[in-house]
């Protein structure tokens, strides 16, 4: 239960940075920062429901790890 509230707020976060970056390049419009946000939304549900559905903890934890570097690496970069 805490690792798929774990995965939300990180996956929230992911969220919000695909958005972003989508918005910075070239040529993207508002629809196409939607349709980024809707999809990485679709995504991070999908893994919501599975973590606290399907995977074993350690897959589970797995995914909050995989999300906290992915989110601190993006973070960084940006």
Do not use: D
């Not at 989508?22 to 549900?45: D, M, Q, W």
């Not at 909050?64 to 601190?72: D, E, F, K, Y």
């Amino acid at each position: 239960m805490i690792a798929g509230v774990l995965i939300a707020a990180g996956g929230i976060l992911l969220v919000l940075q695909t958005m972003a970056f989508t918005r910075e390049r070239k040529g993207s419009t508002g629809g196409t920062v939607a349709l980024a946000g809707l999809i990485a939304f679709v995504v991070l549900l999908l893994l919501c429901v599975l973590s606290l559905t399907v995977f074993p903890g350690i897959v589970v934890w797995g995914l909050v790890l995989i999300l906290a570097l992915t989110s601190i690496v993006l973070l960084h970069t940006s």
